[in-house]
């Protein structure tokens, strides 16, 4: 069969080679770290950037997809011949249809996020199918046509099993592995982590918690990263979870460029103003103001003050890109001993814990089993009968403004004697619908349900349990964190019209 000229092959070869430069571009971004327009730091379509599954194996899928066209593109008019040229034709083809349906799978299915440019490029892709496909369906294929088909398909499955077989951890659940450290003393000025490569001033990093903590997390945190948002929330809790005993350091990662200039900023607000920056660190986490470094250094410096800010910029300059360093030499000893180059890291005692868990119990128990502190010891000590949390840490999930949900809170006796319960506080609108009456025998567990109440306004939320007993100083104490989804647009119009 001669290379067919026609016009199908012409259009199909101008799809392709669009198709081309847009997965070009998304490999581009991936490598350097970089953005695409339209894709704001922190969105669905960065998050479907930056996940694992925009890369197999460490390489960008754009850049496979990419080659994939190309090789369609030369040889699309021989896509119904026989030979080698015909073979690869076919293969190229069927890996571009069935790639571009499994990535948007993924979308659809597991992240739950859309990034348009995929789609574009994707979309491109299966149109120089379909348009090479029309005339040539009605010809005369060669014996084994389908041979070519098997092979693109093979490909395509075989790299799906290779980002399925290795899950990033901010994706799903977190992946963790021991290290060396040696929890920062009071009486030490350092942290020194994986066996002494890695040396933190505990004075030059911002932390979650006091300055007279006995114990020391160090947590890798990116404003950029949803999930490390929501670690940071989480990580928020850990001191008044322990009274004091346990602080997070916080050392700025980032995934791009954007990211990088956002942590500048950000740390030096800290710099100039420590109630600046936990205005700014807040705001950020809440998803307050946009994530981009022109509007982050704005409110930086509203908040700081142009002439402080400038100030500081200036003056701790060297210190900022000292901690870029030891930040990025952190990442890679976390990520070479986790097996995984996703954030956040956290590292608490001896374990680094890399990814956002869906359980925050992950980071109390890592705290109580590296730190040798107690969570019963700490929230009840004082009386014969002792309450011991069991989850102190709950995770309400996704609710809608004033949505009224109960949840269970589990407890148990650990004491020597029977324990008599007085009441519960909430920091968030709720109401307990069941007490226990009378006392509370040595060694028995029970639970209390109590309903909880989202706020109206949209963004995180938390709700902190206290239940006080008769003869214990201290309260035991459950943190419910829930999210409040945005009201959707037309929803608000209707709101509007009817108050009217």
């Not at 660190?281 to 981009?292: E, N, P, V």
Request: with cysteine; glycine share 12%.
């Amino acid at each position: 069969m001669k290379t067919d000229t026609s016009f199908s092959t012409t259009l199909a070869r101008l799809f392709l080679m669009a198709a081309v430069a847009v997965a070009l571009m998304l490999g581009y971004a991936s490598l350097t770290q970089g953005r695409v327009p339209g894709c704001g730091a922190g969105g669905p379509c960065d998050g479907v950037l930056q996940s694992h599954w925009a890369s197999v194996a460490g390489v960008p899928a754009s850049l496979l997809g990419a080659a994939s066209y190309l090789v369609l593109a030369v040889f699309a008019g021989r896509i119904g011949a026989a030979g080698v040229r015909g073979f690869l034709a076919r293969a190229a083809a069927t890996a571009a249809v069935a790639g571009g349906l499994y990535f948007m799978g993924v979308q659809v299915l597991v992240l739950k996020a859309f990034c348009p440019w995929c789609a574009v490029t994707h979309g491109l892709a299966i149109c120089a199918v379909g348009v090479l496909l029309m005339p040539a369906l009605g010809g005369e294929w060669p014996v084994r046509t389908w041979v070519g088909p098997l092979a693109g398909v093979v490909g395509v499955a075989v790299m799906g099993l290779v980002q399925v077989c290795r899950p990033a951890a901010s994706d799903f659940s977190a992946a963790t592995a021991q290290v060396e450290q040696a929890d920062g003393a009071l009486d030490t000025e350092f942290v020194q982590l994986h066996g002494g490569m890695v040396s933190i001033k505990k004075a030059a990093v911002p932390r979650l918690g006091s300055e007279t903590a006995r114990h020391l997390a160090v947590a890798v945190l990116d404003y950029t990263c949803p999930h490390c948002m929501k670690v940071h929330h989480t990580l928020e809790l850990l001191p008044g979870l322990f009274e004091g005993n346990v602080a997070v350091l916080v050392m700025p990662g980032f995934r791009n460029a954007g990211g990088r200039e956002i942590q500048q900023h950000v740390l030096t607000t800290w710099f100039a103003s420590r109630d600046a920056f936990v205005q700014l660190d807040r705001a950020l986490r809440d998803g307050k103001i946009d994530l981009s470094p022109e509007v982050v250094k704005a409110e930086a410096m509203r908040l700081t003050g142009s002439g402080p800010f400038t100030q500081a910029a200036t003056i701790h300059h060297d210190e900022i890109e000292a901690l870029f360093a030891t930040t990025l030499s952190l990442m890679k000893l976390n990520d070479a001993a986790t097996g995984t180059n996703v954030l956040p890291q956290v590292v608490i005692g001896g374990q680094v814990v890399a990814g956002a868990d869906a359980d925050p119990q992950v980071y109390v128990r890592a705290a109580e089993r590296e730190f040798k502190t107690g969570l019963s010891a700490i929230l009840a000590a004082g009386g014969l009968g002792m309450v011991e949390a069991r989850e102190p840490l709950m995770e309400l999930g996704g609710m809608k403004p004033g949505e009224k949900r109960t949840v269970k809170l589990f407890m148990r006796n650990s004491g020597t004697g029977a324990l008599n319960l007085s009441y519960i506080n909430f920091t968030q609108s709720a109401r307990v619908l069941d007490f226990p009456q009378g006392g509370i025998d040595q060694g028995r567990s029970w639970e209390i349900a109590v309903e909880i109440t989202a706020p109206r306004e949209a963004g995180p939320f938390q709700c902190r349990a206290e239940l006080f007993a008769e003869g214990v100083a201290t309260p035991t104490v459950w943190n419910l964190l829930g999210e409040v989804a945005p009201q959707p647009a037309a929803a608000a119009a209707v709101d509007v019209r009817r108050a009217r």
